[in-house]
């Protein structure tokens, strides 16, 4: 793969859709090629995996469609993850634990490749901190993998800053993965999105509905955000789920949301919030439902 490739700047959908559940939609291919078509139709262009996700058969499942229909290859951004060695039948580990040694993150970059049925994948990301990171020998492997055409950028997920700092300054990162929504909100005061926007880095945004607990969560922060967002969506004319894809995106650091949805509707409620501009009091009247308490 051309070297030009490589330093093209990675320009990620402002909605991004994500993998995790692949495994559970249970599609068959023409259906999985279907579903792949209506996303990037909704302007969905990115594609968020890791190696381990569905028990680490997500991602070939992704790459089997993608090998029925190779033209698409060309219309989307594929993103992975690597870095967690994960308990499973075929990898009987002692405990799960995190590896960013050259040999594993190689390993595990050259079988996404093999996976996703492609040459190179446009983002790579180290999934958690590895306490045990050599942050110079980690970005010697960076730089290989991008010589050799087969990663164009590189970022983490779910590191502090501190981590986050360390390997930005050994290696160039073009974005950091994180949690957020109107019920996690930890990346608005632990630095994360400061971090973010002072380096001009759009974050990606994980579990922006909570992995569903937005709608389903019976305890108290749930039903407290819901009643809050209820009547703030009823007279917007939206849904729940586009409201708190709209909170996150009112965020200046710019995230790009990563659906969990399975269904279409799913994906076209996500779309939805980008012609939404939240003003400020509904964003606090949320931030404040969430915490439970009002701004000090
Ligand atoms: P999410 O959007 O917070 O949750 C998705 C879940 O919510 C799905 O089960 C979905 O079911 C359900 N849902 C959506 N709309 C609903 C509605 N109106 N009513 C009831 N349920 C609804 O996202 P997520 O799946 O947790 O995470 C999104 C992506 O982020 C993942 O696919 C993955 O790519 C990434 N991720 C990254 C990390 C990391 O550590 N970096 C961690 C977790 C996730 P339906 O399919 O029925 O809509």
């Known amino acids: 793969m051309p070297d030009q490739l490589a330093s093209a700047p990675l320009a990620l959908s402002p909605i991004v859709a994500g993998l995790w559940r692949l495994t559970e939609w249970k599609l068959d291919v023409p259906a999985r090629v279907r579903w792949i078509e209506q996303a990037l139709e909704l302007g969905i262009t990115s594609f968020d995996h890791a190696d381990i996700y569905g028990d680490y058969r997500a991602e070939a499942l992704f790459g089997e469609a993608l090998r029925t229909a190779p033209a698409l290859r060309q219309r989307m951004q594929l993103v992975s993850k690597c870095g967690i060695r994960l308990r499973s039948a075929q990898r009987p580990y002692r405990v799960n634990h995190y590896d960013t040694s050259a040999a594993y993150v190689r390993t595990q970059v050259e079988q996404s490749l093999r996976n996703l049925h492609t040459e190179q994948l446009d983002l790579l990301l180290i999934h958690r901190p590895d306490y045990l990171m050599d942050a110079a020998a980690l970005a010697e492997t960076f730089a290989a993998l991008t010589r050799e055409g087969k990663v164009a950028h590189w970022g983490v997920s779910n590191h502090s800053t501190s981590q986050f700092a360390l390997l930005h300054q050994q290696h160039p990162l073009t974005t950091h993965q994180i ?89 076209r409620e996500a779309v939805a919030a980008l012609d939404v501009t939240l003003d400020a009091e509904d964003w606090y009247a949320i931030w404040t439902a969430s915490k439970g308490h009002p701004v000090p």
């Open 179 to 267: 949690e957020l929504s109107v019920l996690m909100m930890n990346a608005l005061d632990d630095g994360t999105l400061d971090q973010a926007q002072a380096l001009g880095l759009r974050p990606m945004v994980w579990s922006p509905l909570g992995g569903g607990r937005l709608f389903n969560g019976d305890d108290a922060q749930a039903v407290r955000v819901g009643e809050a967002m209820t009547p703030i969506a009823a007279r917007l004319g939206i849904s729940l789920a586009t409201l708190a894809y709209a909170w996150i995106l009112r965020h200046p650091s710019r995230p790009h949301p990563i659906t969990g949805s399975g269904r279409l509707e799913g994906l």
